[in-house]
């Protein structure tokens, strides 16, 4: 029988089991003294169906009794037991995510060859170069703390490396004492070394890391004479100096300690071993990565068989993707963010969360163990997830063929421009000279000033929400002399209303007075608000439709008024600006006034009226000083002194800024502007209402350069030629951020780096631009996903490692993808895509065309192919009229496996390759599948 019937036995407190034929009182059993203990986890109960008796069984036990009076038995009766089952609740464990401290390798040499034998220490480069050259260590441990236990003998040496991990800005001081010979090398660079020549050893070097993660330390020591020994200490951020150990910071012998604790490691950020990983413990990782959780494990508590155990997995966030590594997989909706894993390989989950996510969130696993006939009981345990930001930024080229080398983090890398590009966080001053003269007419005008409205929002918007860069705007409306002007720093937010209101003052009238509105301009790139302005970059813009009809003569240059009081004193001093009225009292006897003209009076109080004296009209100097002269030409044609004049005044400007000259219409040649363009490169012919384009972009005056871009490690995005967009002002990043804000309806100041390179990572057929005359470059994608934009062009793109998206453009572009699942579109032209050895991966092109001179080439991919074996290399199945050329770099596709072996598969969208042969692919003068033909 399962389980025991007991009774209690006299003393009151012993339960003891009933044998046959015992007899016991009723009294006894009213008083609770006869009980059924049935076997921990186990029951039996009509559920289970059945006759049967025992655990699981219809009924879990059953004995027989018959009553007695003390004389006679009465009849026989049979006591069925049923035990109802009850769900235990399940073990359940998450497992930490700690990555242990393990220590560093030591290596010891007995005797060291180029050391010397002074005792004074071996220079750092003779050390190192010593003890890399020694050949096998004589010994090799593990060391926990980094000081000699035991004397150094003389002659021989050490080298202790592994990793350390270090936090991005804290300040790590390595010190301590050298006999005689220590050197510190952190990340491939020397920090701190010593020698006992110098302060008797002692030595302390800091190293600062801008990037947390696992850095190479390599420590080298030896002794040159007698005894020996050495001790290296450490302090972070200036804090108490503590042993170099384990206790004090994490300290590993290599990448094996970090992967089997978990941990997903980067590429090495350097070379030959020296540098740092980036790497993320389980339960974290970076902004489109994929994150390896920790490992779950569960048990039923009952383990009698009646019950059974399940697995489920909440608060997935939408967009996520669960996985384990036997192939299960997820993808949580906004409805949907449960899932059942039982039978999941609960020691393999990995969780790829929702594009551009940064964040915390917490996985809830909760173990359900279930009784057959029903009941059930849960167990719950919390997996917190941690998502890190990724690092953004974005770098413009300029008109030039660039060589530009993007960061570790995901760059949007645009190589060329063409037009004005302000970027954020750096200084600019910049000048705007607007000819305002009769030539022009009131539409032109009003279309002028409506495209420097558009250029001065740009600008505006350009600058960020949180930009620590200052640009200054000056803006000067000139026709017979220098009208209104201003000065603004654009961050100013009565910045747009002050040029507003110069803009709206401009009129058609006058003359062409290039020397005033030159000195003028001049002088404020000498003012105050510039100069001020550190390390600012300085732009001129000058529009014009003629040619200088005006100039001055007769100057003055700061005349005396009265005494030894000279005007140029009066007027700095009250900050005097050309275009407006002006008026001060020098003394109680002399009143200097202008009016807005420039018009000058000194007026002298003689003791009992007021003489008025003309001064002549004032006029900038070009040197951050003013002059009195006159106007001088005929208004309506240019003579040499006209010219003379303006080119002597250009020299001033010139030597302050850059200057872009632009040409009004077609009365202004660009031989008439070369003059007053400080690289010889001026527009013409510009529509008063395409000069917004003029200045920001979108013209062929410079024309894109042939660029090499490599965009290191991150998931980057590489633009090899000008980006614009029709009704987008600017180029370059500024036009992609425009664009962004455009389509998802942001504040263009809103729109983050991270905003913009989601938007074009998710719609990256809508920036498949090319231009005509786009330059010949070269992209590079490195490590992780990238998408290249070759553009106009015979472009190289090479995606590297990662799952990239390569757009060749228009040219005859060749495009690697690399090692990875890529997407390859060739665009336009006679494009090659090329494997190389190693490029292995599930990639797609997506315009094949043989016909257009498109070309496969996996000569570098195939190892010791044949004609007469290529089809051990390569074979084509089409599914649904769409066609895959499979391929085994080793040439196994005829082994045991067969397709499965394959290492490469490239699927040609487009193509139906099912009536055509390899051998037709590979042969001819130029064949669609270039392989080598002799092995």
Not at 167 to 179: I, L
Not at 292 to 317: C, H, N, R
Not at 787 to 805: E, M, R, S, V
Request: glycine share 14%; proline share 3%; net charge negative.
């Amino acid at each position: 029988m399962a389980g025991k019937l007991q009774y209690l036995a006299a003393d009151g407190t012993t339960w003891t089991n009933v044998t046959a034929n015992q007899t016991f009182t009723k009294a006894q059993i009213d008083g609770g003294q006869l009980r059924f203990m049935p076997n921990a986890n186990e029951s039996g109960a009509d559920g289970y169906g059945g006759t049967g008796i025992g655990n699981k069984q219809a009924d879990y036990a059953q004995f027989k009794f018959q009553p007695t009076d003390g004389k006679d038995l009465g009849n026989s009766a049979t006591v069925k037991v049923d035990i109802t089952p009850v769900a235990d609740a399940p073990t359940l464990n998450v497992a930490d995510n700690n990555v242990a401290s393990t220590g560093l390798i030591k290596q010891g040499w007995n005797s060291i060859a180029g050391l010397g034998t002074n005792g004074n220490g071996a220079a750092p480069d003779v050390l190192k170069k010593a003890i890399d050259n020694a050949g096998t260590p004589n010994n090799t441990s593990v060391v926990t703390n980094v000081e000699s236990v035991d004397n150094v003998n003389a002659g021989s040496g050490s080298k202790i490396s592994g990793l350390m991990y270090m936090e991005a800005g804290k300040s790590y001081t390595f010190s301590g004492v050298a006999d005689d010979s220590v050197v510190v090398n952190v990340g491939g660079k020397d920090i701190a070394s010593g020698v006992w020549a110098t302060n008797s050893g002692k030595f302390s070097g800091s190293f600062t890391p801008t990037v947390s993660g696992y850095y190479s330390l390599e420590i080298y020591q030896a002794n040159q004479a007698g005894p020996g020994s050495f001790d290296v200490n450490l302090s972070i951020n200036g804090g108490a100096i503590q042993n170099l150990s384990t206790s004090t910071v994490p300290l590993y012998t290599g990448l094996t300690d970090l992967t089997n604790a978990g941990v997903t490691v980067s590429d090495l950020h350097g070379s030959n071993g020296d540098g740092y990983y980036v790497g993320y413990k389980l339960n974290e990782g970076q902004e489109n990565g994929t994150v390896k959780l920790s490992k779950v494990t569960t048990a039923l508590t009952d383990t009698d068989g009646s019950e059974t155990l399940s697995v489920k997995i909440s608060g997935v966030p939408a967009g996520s993707v669960l996985t384990d590594a036997s192939g299960h997989t997820f993808t949580a909706t906004k409805g949907v963010g449960e899932v059942n894993v039982t039978g999941w390989d609960l020691n393999t989950l990995t969780i790829k969360p929702p594009t551009y996510y940064s964040g915390q969130f917490n996985l809830t696993v909760t173990s359900t163990s279930t009784e057959s006939i029903g009941g059930s009981a849960s167990t719950t345990a919390q997996l917190p997830v941690t998502v890190y930001p990724a690092t953004y930024s974005s770098v413009t080229g300029t008109s030039g063929s660039d060589n530009i080398v993007g960061t570790d983090g995901n760059d949007i890398v645009v190589a060329d421009i063409g037009g004005l590009n302000v970027v954020q966080g750096k200084n600019y001053n910049i000048a705007f000279m607007v000819d305002s003269s009769g030539s022009m007419s009131t539409a032109s005008i009003n279309a002028a000033k409506a495209s420097l409205t558009s250029v001065f929002n740009s600008l505006k918007d350009s600058l960020g929400a949180n930009t620590s860069g200052t640009v200054n705007i000056f803006l000067a409306d000139f026709d017979t002399q220098v009208n209104k002007s201003v000065a603004i720093n654009l961050n100013d937010p009565n910045a747009l209303t002050l040029l507003k209101t110069v803009l709206d003052s401009m009129t058609s009238g006058g003359g062409t007075n290039y020397e005033d509105v030159f000195k003028t301009t001049a002088n404020f790139f000498q003012s105050g608000l510039a100069t001020s302005n550190t390390g600012a970059t300085n732009l001129t813009y000058f529009i014009t439709d003629g040619q200088p009809t005006y100039y001055q003569s007769g100057e003055q240059t700061n005349p005396t008024l009265y005494g030894n009081v000279k005007f140029d004193n009066v007027v700095t001093t009250a900050n005097y600006t050309p275009g407006t009225t002006f008026s001060t009292y020098i003394d109680n006897t002399h009143y200097l006034s202008i009016d807005n003209s420039g018009a000058a009076q000194l007026q002298i109080y003689n003791g009992w009226r007021w003489v008025v004296t003309d001064l002549g009209t004032v006029h900038a100097q070009g040197d951050g000083t003013f002059e009195l002269s006159n106007l001088d030409g005929t208004g309506n044609s240019t003579n040499s002194a006209t010219l003379s004049n303006a080119k002597s005044a250009f020299a001033l400007l010139g030597g302050l800024s850059q200057v872009e000259a632009i040409g009004i219409n077609g009365d202004v040649s660009l031989n008439d502007l070369k003059p007053y363009d400080t690289d010889g490169k001026p527009q013409s012919n510009i529509d008063p209402k395409d000069l917004a384009n003029a200045i920001l972009g979108h013209t062929e005056a410079t024309l894109p350069g042939a660029d090499t871009v490599s965009g290191g490690d991150g998931n980057d995005i590489l633009f090899g030629d000008l980006v614009s967009f029709s009704g987008i002002t600017g180029e370059g990043y500024n036009a992609l951020q425009a664009f962004v804000a455009q389509k998802t309806g942001m504040a263009v100041s809103a729109v983050t780096t991270s905003n913009v390179h989601q938007y074009v990572t998710e719609h990256y057929a809508d920036f498949d631009v090319s231009g005509a005359k786009d330059g010949n470059d070269t992209l590079l994608g490195g490590a992780g996903d990238d998408i290249l934009f070759g553009q106009g062009g015979n472009d190289l793109l090479d995606g590297g490692k990662g799952n990239d998206i390569l757009l060749g453009g228009t040219g005859n572009d060749t495009l690697i993808g690399g090692p990875g699942n890529d997407i390859l579109i060739g665009g336009s032209g006679a494009d090659t895509f090329v494997w190389k050895a190693g490029d292995f991966g599930n990639d797609v092109i997506k315009d094949f065309k043989a016909s257009e001179g498109d070309r496969i080439d996996l000569k570098d991919l195939l190892k010791g192919e044949t004609d007469s074996t290529i089809d051990n290399y390569l074979k084509i199945t089409t599914v649904e009229g769409v066609s895959t050329l499979q391929i085994s770099s080793e040439g196994k596709l005829n082994a045991a496996g067969g397709l499965a072996n394959a290492d490469v598969t490239i699927k040609l969208e487009g193509n139906d390759w099912s009536h055509t042969s390899i051998n037709s692919l590979i042969t001819g003068a130029d064949p669609t599948i270039k392989i080598d033909h002799t092995a």
